[in-house]
Protein backbone atom coordinates (compact mmCIF):
# COMPACT_ATOMS: atom_id res chain seq x y z
CA UNK A 1 0.00 0.00 0.00
CA UNK A 2 1.18 3.58 -0.75
CA UNK A 3 0.81 5.45 2.47
CA UNK A 4 1.91 8.72 1.46
CA UNK A 5 -0.92 8.59 -1.40
CA UNK A 6 -3.85 7.31 1.15
CA UNK A 7 -2.76 10.12 3.45
CA UNK A 8 -2.73 12.51 0.44
CA UNK A 9 -6.17 11.26 -0.52
CA UNK A 10 -7.75 11.74 3.26
CA UNK A 11 -6.38 14.59 3.56
CA UNK A 12 -8.15 16.02 0.17
CA UNK A 13 -11.15 14.45 1.04
CA UNK A 14 -11.50 16.27 4.45
CA UNK A 15 -10.59 20.01 3.28
CA UNK A 16 -12.76 19.27 0.11
CA UNK A 17 -15.51 18.32 1.47
CA UNK A 18 -14.75 20.72 4.79
CA UNK A 19 -14.93 23.88 2.60
CA UNK A 20 -18.40 23.17 1.03
CA UNK A 21 -19.19 22.90 4.64
CA UNK A 22 -18.52 26.13 5.34
CA UNK A 23 -20.35 27.49 2.31
CA UNK A 24 -23.25 26.11 4.13
CA UNK A 25 -22.36 27.74 7.20
CA UNK A 26 -24.13 24.93 9.32
CA UNK A 27 -24.16 24.93 13.41
CA UNK A 28 -22.72 21.67 14.03
CA UNK A 29 -20.24 20.07 16.92
CA UNK A 30 -17.01 19.75 15.86
CA UNK A 31 -17.22 16.17 15.79
CA UNK A 32 -19.90 15.99 13.27
CA UNK A 33 -18.60 18.89 10.79
CA UNK A 34 -15.39 16.41 10.58
CA UNK A 35 -17.42 13.20 9.67
CA UNK A 36 -19.31 15.39 7.35
CA UNK A 37 -16.50 16.69 5.75
CA UNK A 38 -14.89 13.45 5.25
CA UNK A 39 -18.35 12.00 3.81
CA UNK A 40 -18.88 14.90 0.89
CA UNK A 41 -15.41 14.83 0.26
CA UNK A 42 -15.63 11.31 -0.64
CA UNK A 43 -17.91 12.15 -4.19
CA UNK A 44 -16.33 15.40 -4.54
CA UNK A 45 -12.60 13.71 -4.92
CA UNK A 46 -14.38 11.00 -7.77
CA UNK A 47 -15.08 13.79 -10.24
CA UNK A 48 -11.74 14.14 -10.88
CA UNK A 49 -10.97 11.40 -13.48
CA UNK A 50 -13.96 12.67 -15.13
CA UNK A 51 -12.65 16.05 -15.16
CA UNK A 52 -9.55 14.55 -17.39
CA UNK A 53 -11.25 12.72 -18.91
CA UNK A 54 -13.21 15.34 -20.34
CA UNK A 55 -10.14 17.08 -20.56
CA UNK A 56 -8.83 14.33 -22.99
CA UNK A 57 -5.41 14.32 -20.91
CA UNK A 58 -3.99 10.94 -20.49
CA UNK A 59 -5.33 9.31 -17.14
CA UNK A 60 -2.10 8.50 -15.17
CA UNK A 61 -0.94 8.91 -11.57
CA UNK A 62 0.33 12.85 -12.15
CA UNK A 63 -2.90 13.54 -14.15
CA UNK A 64 -4.88 12.65 -11.24
CA UNK A 65 -2.79 13.85 -8.20
CA UNK A 66 -3.07 17.21 -9.59
CA UNK A 67 -6.55 17.48 -10.43
CA UNK A 68 -7.59 16.19 -7.23
CA UNK A 69 -4.90 18.78 -5.40
CA UNK A 70 -6.11 21.32 -7.92
CA UNK A 71 -10.48 19.72 -7.02
CA UNK A 72 -9.48 20.41 -3.10
CA UNK A 73 -7.85 23.60 -3.65
CA UNK A 74 -11.13 25.10 -5.39
CA UNK A 75 -12.95 23.23 -2.84
CA UNK A 76 -11.32 24.75 0.00
CA UNK A 77 -11.58 28.72 -0.75
CA UNK A 78 -14.82 28.96 1.66
CA UNK A 79 -12.29 28.10 4.15
CA UNK A 80 -9.56 30.44 2.71
CA UNK A 81 -11.36 33.31 2.77
CA UNK A 82 -13.37 33.29 5.96
CA UNK A 83 -10.06 31.50 7.70
CA UNK A 84 -10.44 30.47 11.49
CA UNK A 85 -8.15 29.76 14.23
CA UNK A 86 -9.85 26.24 15.15
CA UNK A 87 -10.97 25.92 18.64
CA UNK A 88 -9.81 22.75 20.35
CA UNK A 89 -12.19 21.64 22.89
CA UNK A 90 -11.65 19.15 25.64
CA UNK A 91 -11.76 15.51 24.76
CA UNK A 92 -14.62 13.91 26.88
CA UNK A 93 -14.20 10.18 26.90
CA UNK A 94 -17.13 7.46 27.18
CA UNK A 95 -18.83 6.61 30.23
CA UNK A 96 -17.86 2.99 31.87
CA UNK A 97 -20.93 1.37 30.50
CA UNK A 98 -20.38 2.72 27.07
CA UNK A 99 -17.20 0.73 26.24
CA UNK A 100 -18.82 -3.01 26.33
CA UNK A 101 -20.90 -1.65 23.10
CA UNK A 102 -18.61 0.50 22.05
CA UNK A 103 -15.31 -1.99 21.89
CA UNK A 104 -17.80 -4.15 19.93
CA UNK A 105 -18.38 -1.72 17.42
CA UNK A 106 -14.39 -1.27 17.27
CA UNK A 107 -13.86 -4.47 16.70
CA UNK A 108 -16.54 -4.56 13.67
CA UNK A 109 -14.95 -1.52 12.50
CA UNK A 110 -11.16 -3.09 12.27
CA UNK A 111 -12.86 -5.99 10.48
CA UNK A 112 -14.45 -3.47 8.02
CA UNK A 113 -11.08 -1.93 6.95
CA UNK A 114 -9.59 -5.03 6.88
CA UNK A 115 -11.78 -6.43 4.28
CA UNK A 116 -12.07 -3.72 2.07
CA UNK A 117 -8.41 -3.15 2.51
CA UNK A 118 -6.89 -6.87 1.92
CA UNK A 119 -10.20 -8.72 -0.54
CA UNK A 120 -10.40 -8.21 -3.92
CA UNK A 121 -13.48 -6.67 -5.81
CA UNK A 122 -16.14 -9.46 -5.48
CA UNK A 123 -19.33 -8.22 -6.04
CA UNK A 124 -21.23 -9.47 -9.32
CA UNK A 125 -22.14 -6.11 -10.32
CA UNK A 126 -18.60 -4.59 -9.83
CA UNK A 127 -16.61 -6.83 -12.23
CA UNK A 128 -18.74 -6.74 -14.97
CA UNK A 129 -19.08 -3.08 -14.64
CA UNK A 130 -17.17 -0.09 -12.49
CA UNK A 131 -14.76 -1.77 -11.38
CA UNK A 132 -13.82 -3.55 -14.76
CA UNK A 133 -14.26 -0.21 -15.95
CA UNK A 134 -11.64 0.93 -13.62
CA UNK A 135 -9.09 -1.58 -14.63
CA UNK A 136 -9.06 -0.98 -18.34
CA UNK A 137 -8.81 2.46 -17.56
CA UNK A 138 -5.50 2.42 -15.59
CA UNK A 139 -3.51 0.14 -18.12
CA UNK A 140 -4.64 2.03 -20.85
CA UNK A 141 -4.51 5.48 -19.18
CA UNK A 142 -8.46 6.13 -20.64
CA UNK A 143 -12.13 6.08 -19.65
CA UNK A 144 -12.90 4.92 -23.08
CA UNK A 145 -11.07 2.17 -23.51
CA UNK A 146 -11.02 -1.56 -25.29
CA UNK A 147 -13.36 -2.82 -22.76
CA UNK A 148 -15.94 -1.78 -25.01
CA UNK A 149 -15.09 -4.47 -27.41
CA UNK A 150 -16.17 -6.67 -25.28
CA UNK A 151 -19.71 -7.82 -26.10
CA UNK A 152 -22.12 -7.46 -22.44
CA UNK A 153 -25.08 -7.19 -23.91
CA UNK A 154 -26.57 -9.19 -20.80
CA UNK A 155 -25.89 -6.57 -18.23
CA UNK A 156 -26.42 -2.74 -18.14
CA UNK A 157 -23.72 -2.25 -15.11
CA UNK A 158 -21.47 -0.69 -17.62
CA UNK A 159 -23.82 2.16 -17.55
CA UNK A 160 -24.54 3.26 -14.02
CA UNK A 161 -22.72 6.22 -12.20
CA UNK A 162 -19.45 7.19 -13.06
CA UNK A 163 -18.84 7.36 -8.97
CA UNK A 164 -17.46 4.16 -8.06
CA UNK A 165 -15.18 3.54 -11.64
CA UNK A 166 -13.83 7.05 -10.45
CA UNK A 167 -13.08 6.56 -7.25
CA UNK A 168 -11.51 3.04 -8.07
CA UNK A 169 -9.23 4.39 -11.28
CA UNK A 170 -7.90 6.98 -8.03
CA UNK A 171 -7.32 4.67 -5.08
CA UNK A 172 -5.97 2.05 -8.19
CA UNK A 173 -3.54 4.44 -8.77
CA UNK A 174 -2.84 6.41 -5.74
CA UNK A 175 -2.95 3.98 -3.00
CA UNK A 176 -3.36 -0.19 -3.99
CA UNK A 177 -4.56 -2.40 -6.94
CA UNK A 178 -7.45 -2.93 -5.27
CA UNK A 179 -8.80 0.08 -4.43
CA UNK A 180 -11.23 0.11 -2.07
CA UNK A 181 -10.06 1.58 0.61
CA UNK A 182 -11.96 4.75 0.24
CA UNK A 183 -15.17 2.48 1.69
CA UNK A 184 -13.14 3.31 4.97
CA UNK A 185 -12.77 6.95 4.76
CA UNK A 186 -16.85 6.97 4.10
CA UNK A 187 -17.76 4.02 6.37
CA UNK A 188 -15.89 5.30 9.67
CA UNK A 189 -16.81 8.97 9.51
CA UNK A 190 -21.37 7.31 9.28
CA UNK A 191 -20.96 5.74 12.08
CA UNK A 192 -19.31 8.27 14.47
CA UNK A 193 -21.94 10.54 13.42
CA UNK A 194 -24.83 8.12 13.95
CA UNK A 195 -23.58 7.77 17.21
CA UNK A 196 -23.32 11.46 18.12
CA UNK A 197 -26.78 11.87 16.75
CA UNK A 198 -27.85 9.09 19.30
CA UNK A 199 -26.22 9.95 22.07
CA UNK A 200 -27.52 13.70 21.85
CA UNK A 201 -31.27 11.91 22.33
CA UNK A 202 -30.82 9.13 24.24
CA UNK A 203 -28.83 7.92 27.24
CA UNK A 204 -24.89 6.97 26.23
CA UNK A 205 -25.72 3.72 27.25
CA UNK A 206 -28.74 3.29 24.93
CA UNK A 207 -26.83 5.19 22.42
CA UNK A 208 -24.12 2.76 22.33
CA UNK A 209 -26.35 -0.29 22.18
CA UNK A 210 -28.58 1.49 19.75
CA UNK A 211 -25.66 1.63 17.55
CA UNK A 212 -24.21 -1.88 17.93
CA UNK A 213 -27.88 -2.93 16.91
CA UNK A 214 -27.22 -1.09 13.82
CA UNK A 215 -23.82 -1.69 13.22
CA UNK A 216 -24.18 -5.78 13.70
CA UNK A 217 -27.45 -6.18 10.67
CA UNK A 218 -26.27 -8.64 8.88
CA UNK A 219 -26.16 -7.45 5.31
CA UNK A 220 -25.41 -3.56 5.63
CA UNK A 221 -22.17 -4.45 7.93
CA UNK A 222 -20.97 -6.77 4.52
CA UNK A 223 -22.12 -3.86 2.36
CA UNK A 224 -19.50 -1.42 4.15
CA UNK A 225 -16.72 -3.53 2.22
CA UNK A 226 -18.32 -5.13 -0.79
CA UNK A 227 -18.24 -2.82 -3.06
CA UNK A 228 -21.79 -1.26 -4.49
CA UNK A 229 -23.43 1.72 -4.42
CA UNK A 230 -26.03 0.85 -2.38
CA UNK A 231 -24.69 1.83 0.99
CA UNK A 232 -23.28 5.18 -0.04
CA UNK A 233 -27.08 5.60 -1.39
CA UNK A 234 -27.90 5.33 1.54
CA UNK A 235 -25.21 7.10 3.81
CA UNK A 236 -26.36 10.31 1.80
CA UNK A 237 -29.59 9.87 1.55
CA UNK A 238 -30.07 9.51 5.27
CA UNK A 239 -27.59 12.76 5.63
CA UNK A 240 -29.92 14.91 3.17
CA UNK A 241 -33.44 13.49 5.22
CA UNK A 242 -31.57 14.18 8.43
CA UNK A 243 -30.70 17.86 7.61
CA UNK A 244 -34.52 17.75 6.10
CA UNK A 245 -35.94 17.55 9.26
CA UNK A 246 -33.89 19.49 11.29
CA UNK A 247 -35.07 22.39 8.34
CA UNK A 248 -38.20 21.83 9.25
CA UNK A 249 -37.64 22.07 13.09
CA UNK A 250 -35.02 25.18 12.86
CA UNK A 251 -36.52 26.63 9.93
CA UNK A 252 -33.28 28.12 9.04
CA UNK A 253 -32.60 27.84 5.04
CA UNK A 254 -29.02 26.67 5.42
CA UNK A 255 -30.27 23.35 6.62
CA UNK A 256 -32.34 23.09 3.99
CA UNK A 257 -29.42 23.74 1.16
CA UNK A 258 -27.31 21.74 2.43
CA UNK A 259 -30.17 18.45 2.45
CA UNK A 260 -31.04 19.18 -0.93
CA UNK A 261 -27.39 19.00 -2.08
CA UNK A 262 -26.71 15.46 -0.43
CA UNK A 263 -29.76 14.07 -1.74
CA UNK A 264 -27.99 15.64 -5.22
CA UNK A 265 -24.96 13.51 -3.89
CA UNK A 266 -27.53 10.42 -3.17
CA UNK A 267 -29.16 10.61 -7.00
CA UNK A 268 -25.35 11.25 -8.13
CA UNK A 269 -24.29 7.63 -6.74
CA UNK A 270 -27.64 5.64 -7.86
CA UNK A 271 -29.58 7.61 -10.40
CA UNK A 272 -33.26 6.24 -9.66
CA UNK A 273 -32.94 8.60 -6.18
CA UNK A 274 -34.28 11.50 -7.75
CA UNK A 275 -38.06 9.88 -8.08
CA UNK A 276 -37.70 8.84 -4.15
CA UNK A 277 -36.52 12.53 -3.90
CA UNK A 278 -40.16 14.04 -5.59
CA UNK A 279 -42.18 11.90 -3.37
CA UNK A 280 -40.14 12.77 -0.28
CA UNK A 281 -41.04 16.90 -1.36
CA UNK A 282 -44.12 16.11 0.00
CA UNK A 283 -43.16 16.42 3.71
CA UNK A 284 -41.54 19.59 3.25
CA UNK A 285 -44.87 20.83 0.81
CA UNK A 286 -47.23 20.04 3.68
CA UNK A 287 -45.20 22.05 6.00
CA UNK A 288 -44.49 24.75 3.64
CA UNK A 289 -48.20 25.66 3.58
CA UNK A 290 -49.03 24.71 7.31
CA UNK A 291 -46.43 27.33 7.89
CA UNK A 292 -47.84 29.56 4.89
CA UNK A 293 -45.22 30.84 3.71
CA UNK A 294 -45.81 32.69 0.22
CA UNK A 295 -47.04 30.54 -3.24
CA UNK A 296 -43.24 32.23 -5.10
CA UNK A 297 -41.03 30.56 -1.75
CA UNK A 298 -42.86 26.93 -1.40
CA UNK A 299 -42.29 27.23 -5.49
CA UNK A 300 -38.83 27.99 -5.37
CA UNK A 301 -38.03 26.07 -2.62
CA UNK A 302 -39.85 22.76 -4.11
CA UNK A 303 -38.07 23.20 -7.40
CA UNK A 304 -34.64 23.79 -5.91
CA UNK A 305 -35.19 20.10 -4.35
CA UNK A 306 -36.14 18.63 -7.39
CA UNK A 307 -34.15 20.70 -9.48
CA UNK A 308 -31.11 19.99 -8.16
CA UNK A 309 -31.20 15.87 -7.99
CA UNK A 310 -32.33 16.12 -11.25
CA UNK A 311 -29.17 18.39 -12.15
CA UNK A 312 -27.14 15.22 -10.87
CA UNK A 313 -29.16 12.75 -13.10
CA UNK A 314 -28.88 15.14 -15.95
CA UNK A 315 -24.80 14.47 -15.48
CA UNK A 316 -24.56 11.18 -15.03
CA UNK A 317 -26.76 9.96 -17.84
CA UNK A 318 -26.29 12.78 -20.46
CA UNK A 319 -22.67 13.82 -19.75
CA UNK A 320 -20.69 11.00 -18.19
CA UNK A 321 -22.33 8.11 -19.84
CA UNK A 322 -22.81 9.54 -22.67
CA UNK A 323 -19.32 10.83 -23.45
CA UNK A 324 -17.66 7.49 -21.67
CA UNK A 325 -19.56 4.63 -23.07
CA UNK A 326 -19.68 4.06 -26.45
CA UNK A 327 -22.35 2.32 -26.80
CA UNK A 328 -25.80 3.41 -26.99
CA UNK A 329 -28.56 3.02 -24.35
CA UNK A 330 -32.03 4.61 -23.38
CA UNK A 331 -33.27 4.31 -20.13
CA UNK A 332 -36.86 4.61 -21.55
CA UNK A 333 -36.47 1.38 -23.16
CA UNK A 334 -36.32 -0.04 -19.61
CA UNK A 335 -39.89 1.52 -18.59
CA UNK A 336 -42.85 -1.13 -17.71
CA UNK A 337 -44.99 -1.43 -21.12
CA UNK A 338 -47.77 -2.04 -18.87
CA UNK A 339 -48.38 0.77 -16.58
CA UNK A 340 -52.48 0.71 -16.53
CA UNK A 341 -51.86 -2.70 -14.51
CA UNK A 342 -51.63 -1.24 -11.34
CA UNK A 343 -51.63 -4.51 -10.03
CA UNK A 344 -48.09 -4.78 -10.08
CA UNK A 345 -47.74 -2.21 -7.95
CA UNK A 346 -49.45 -4.34 -5.41
CA UNK A 347 -47.92 -7.06 -6.04
CA UNK A 348 -44.28 -5.79 -5.75
CA UNK A 349 -45.54 -4.41 -2.14
CA UNK A 350 -46.62 -8.10 -1.15
CA UNK A 351 -43.49 -9.70 -2.55
CA UNK A 352 -41.40 -7.38 -0.58
CA UNK A 353 -43.02 -8.24 2.63
CA UNK A 354 -43.04 -11.99 2.12
CA UNK A 355 -39.95 -12.03 0.88
CA UNK A 356 -37.54 -9.37 2.48
CA UNK A 357 -39.12 -8.01 5.76
CA UNK A 358 -41.38 -11.11 7.58
CA UNK A 359 -39.86 -14.12 5.63
CA UNK A 360 -37.18 -16.07 6.88
CA UNK A 361 -35.31 -14.19 3.88
CA UNK A 362 -35.46 -10.53 5.89
CA UNK A 363 -34.11 -12.26 8.91
CA UNK A 364 -30.68 -13.33 6.59
CA UNK A 365 -30.28 -9.99 4.95
CA UNK A 366 -31.18 -7.41 7.91
CA UNK A 367 -31.51 -9.52 11.42
CA UNK A 368 -34.21 -8.67 13.75
CA UNK A 369 -33.53 -5.32 13.02
CA UNK A 370 -36.94 -4.40 11.16
CA UNK A 371 -38.42 -6.76 13.52
CA UNK A 372 -37.65 -4.64 16.63
CA UNK A 373 -38.34 -1.58 15.30
CA UNK A 374 -41.92 -3.34 14.33
CA UNK A 375 -42.38 -4.53 17.71
CA UNK A 376 -41.39 -0.84 19.46
CA UNK A 377 -43.88 1.03 17.24
CA UNK A 378 -46.72 -0.83 18.12
CA UNK A 379 -45.76 -0.35 21.36
CA UNK A 380 -45.51 3.12 21.75
CA UNK A 381 -48.73 2.90 20.05
CA UNK A 382 -50.22 1.02 23.18
CA UNK A 383 -48.38 2.60 25.34
CA UNK A 384 -50.15 6.11 24.30
CA UNK A 385 -53.23 5.01 24.39
CA UNK A 386 -53.26 3.29 27.41
CA UNK A 387 -51.26 5.76 29.21
CA UNK A 388 -53.38 9.71 28.30
CA UNK A 389 -50.85 11.30 29.99
CA UNK A 390 -47.59 10.31 27.99
CA UNK A 391 -46.59 12.01 25.60
CA UNK A 392 -47.37 11.49 21.83
CA UNK A 393 -45.12 11.18 19.09
CA UNK A 394 -42.43 14.14 18.67
CA UNK A 395 -41.42 15.92 15.17
CA UNK A 396 -38.98 13.88 15.21
CA UNK A 397 -40.56 10.41 15.26
CA UNK A 398 -43.39 11.82 13.20
CA UNK A 399 -40.91 12.65 10.31
CA UNK A 400 -38.91 9.39 10.70
CA UNK A 401 -42.60 7.56 10.41
CA UNK A 402 -42.94 9.63 6.66
CA UNK A 403 -39.15 9.08 5.83
CA UNK A 404 -40.07 5.33 6.11
CA UNK A 405 -43.41 5.56 3.95
CA UNK A 406 -41.86 7.33 1.03
CA UNK A 407 -39.15 4.36 1.17
CA UNK A 408 -41.62 2.00 1.76
CA UNK A 409 -43.54 2.70 -0.76
CA UNK A 410 -41.26 4.32 -2.98
CA UNK A 411 -39.34 1.46 -4.06
CA UNK A 412 -42.35 -0.90 -5.07
CA UNK A 413 -43.37 1.79 -7.20
CA UNK A 414 -40.04 2.15 -9.12
CA UNK A 415 -39.94 -1.89 -9.27
CA UNK A 416 -43.52 -0.90 -11.11
CA UNK A 417 -41.95 1.62 -13.23
CA UNK A 418 -38.94 -0.01 -13.86
CA UNK A 419 -39.41 -4.11 -14.07
CA UNK A 420 -35.36 -4.64 -13.78
CA UNK A 421 -35.39 -3.34 -10.04
CA UNK A 422 -35.91 -7.09 -8.48
CA UNK A 423 -36.81 -7.70 -5.33
CA UNK A 424 -33.86 -9.96 -4.40
CA UNK A 425 -31.16 -7.38 -5.89
CA UNK A 426 -32.05 -3.96 -6.18
CA UNK A 427 -35.01 -3.78 -3.78
CA UNK A 428 -33.16 -5.84 -0.91
CA UNK A 429 -30.01 -3.24 -1.27
CA UNK A 430 -32.42 -0.45 -1.72
CA UNK A 431 -34.25 -0.94 1.74
CA UNK A 432 -31.26 -0.44 3.27
CA UNK A 433 -32.15 3.56 3.23
CA UNK A 434 -34.80 2.58 5.54
CA UNK A 435 -32.35 1.48 8.33
CA UNK A 436 -30.97 4.78 9.62
CA UNK A 437 -34.34 6.29 9.62
CA UNK A 438 -35.73 4.02 11.22
CA UNK A 439 -32.68 4.05 13.71
CA UNK A 440 -33.71 7.66 13.93
CA UNK A 441 -37.22 6.80 14.93
CA UNK A 442 -35.78 4.41 17.74
CA UNK A 443 -34.27 7.20 19.31
CA UNK A 444 -37.32 9.14 19.58
CA UNK A 445 -39.41 6.63 20.25
CA UNK A 446 -41.86 7.39 23.50
CA UNK A 447 -40.86 4.11 25.59
CA UNK A 448 -37.03 4.77 24.58
CA UNK A 449 -36.90 8.34 25.77
CA UNK A 450 -39.03 7.25 28.80
CA UNK A 451 -36.18 4.79 29.85
CA UNK A 452 -33.34 7.33 29.13
CA UNK A 453 -35.00 9.04 31.38
CA UNK A 454 -34.94 6.94 34.03
CA UNK A 455 -31.06 6.40 33.22
CA UNK A 456 -30.09 9.74 33.46
CA UNK A 457 -31.98 10.56 37.01
CA UNK A 458 -30.65 7.10 38.43
CA UNK A 459 -26.96 8.32 37.12
CA UNK A 460 -27.82 11.70 38.95
CA UNK A 461 -28.74 10.30 41.65
CA UNK A 462 -26.07 8.29 42.27
CA UNK A 463 -23.87 11.23 42.24
CA UNK A 464 -25.38 13.81 44.71
CA UNK A 465 -24.00 13.33 47.49
CA UNK A 466 -25.29 11.72 50.58
CA UNK A 467 -27.11 14.54 52.75
CA UNK A 468 -25.27 14.60 55.87
CA UNK A 469 -26.90 16.13 59.13
CA UNK A 470 -24.91 18.88 59.98
CA UNK A 471 -23.54 19.35 63.38
CA UNK A 472 -24.79 21.16 66.41
CA UNK A 473 -23.22 24.83 66.49
CA UNK A 474 -20.64 24.88 69.52
CA UNK A 475 -22.09 26.49 72.94
CA UNK A 476 -20.01 29.55 73.04
CA UNK A 477 -18.65 29.31 77.25
CA UNK A 478 -20.10 31.75 79.42
CA UNK A 479 -18.40 34.76 79.86
CA UNK A 480 -18.15 35.67 83.76
CA UNK A 481 -18.27 39.22 84.19
CA UNK A 482 -16.04 40.38 87.32
CA UNK A 483 -17.14 42.78 89.19
CA UNK A 484 -15.07 46.15 89.55
CA UNK A 485 -14.08 47.19 93.10
CA UNK A 486 -16.04 49.63 94.85
CA UNK A 487 -14.54 52.81 95.77
CA UNK A 488 -13.77 53.47 98.97
CA UNK A 489 -14.73 57.20 100.14
CA UNK A 490 -12.23 59.17 100.59
Keep these: ?68 ALLTGVCSIPLLINLKRPQFKKIVLPEIYEWPFLLACLCLVILSVWRAYYYPPTARDMISGPELLAEFAVREKTMISSVFSIDLHTTNNYFKSPYITCLQIIYKLLVQPF ?45 SFVMLYDYSNMVFFFGGFYFL ?84 YNATDDINPHLGNIGNFFERINAMNDVLIFGHQGTVVYGYFMIVFLVLF ?40 FPLIDIMNTTKRGLFKLLPIMLLYMSNSGLVLRLSDWLNNLGSSKKEPKATAKPAPAIAPKQTIKASPKKKGR
Excluded at 33 to 39: E, I
Excluded at 188 to 216: G, N, Q
Design 378 to 417: VADIIYFLADTKAKRFNREARFALIGIAVIYLGLPFLGYL
Design 245 to 328: VKHLENKQPNYFAFSVFLLGLATYIRVETVMLVAILALLPMYNFFKERLSLKTIALRLGLMIAVPAGFYVLCMYVFVKAFVPIH
Design 1 to 68: MNFPGLIFLIIAHYFSGRGILRLFKLQLSAIQTTCFSFMVGVPLVSFAPCIVQLLKIPITFNSIFFSI
Design 179 to 223: GQVWESVLYIPFVVFIYTMLRERVHPFLASMLLFFFMAIPDLFAY
